[in-house]
């Protein structure tokens, strides 16, 4: 594991049983086919799984807390995955988007940033949370973070119930699995701002 001054991986953050019934929970999830290209002009291949779990249309000024915590009974293990993440924080924060995405192979990430276009990117936070049961490294399907030059400064391994906390916004990519992989990669994303009052 390669982390660099904007990364913390927690690999105990979360109970043991809250990372099982959190891996449980996202494996029986939906997932919905999108073509991010036709909303964002990133790039044609830029298609990926993924499914909203809390979201407004106000984008990244909402604040869909109040939201993620009153998803259905099923879905409660996101919530307290969410009070972990918040908790392990000394700033307030603002959460303004919850999605679960997945990667099989041949579904390329691409690097990018959560808001290329924010005013105060340093105050910006993505938290990764990999809820796949087990995880091989012959699989693939490292997170990498790169500096402005397109150096890889931090790369990390989907290891079942770590946490990857991403400070500042810096370009990063979610790799694909490998050709052997025998699931799709899973990941638990939160995007937030801190916050002064």
Known sequence: ??????????????????????????????????????????????????????????????????????????????????????????????????????????TEGRIHRDMSNAAEPERHRTALVYCNGEWDPNWAGETLVLDAQGEITAGVMPRPGRVMKIAGDPPHVGRSVSRICPTDRRVLIFKYWTVDH
């Open 1 to 106: 594991m390669l982390t660099g001054s904007n990364v913390e991986v927690l690999d105990d953050l979360l109970p043991p049983e809250l990372k099982v019934s959190l891996c449980e929970t996202v494996s029986w999830m939906p997932m919905y086919f999108i073509n991010r290209w036709k909303r964002f002009k990133s790039h044609e291949l830029d298609m990926h799984w993924h499914y909203p779990l809390a979201y407004d249309d106000a984008g990244h000024t909402a604040d869909v807390e109040p939201q993620l915590l009153e998803l259905d009974e099923g879905l409660q293990a996101i919530a307290q995955c969410w009070k972990h993440v918040k908790a392990s924080h000394h700033e307030r924060l603002r959460l303004y988007e919850c999605s679960l995405s997945a990667n099989a192979f041949g």
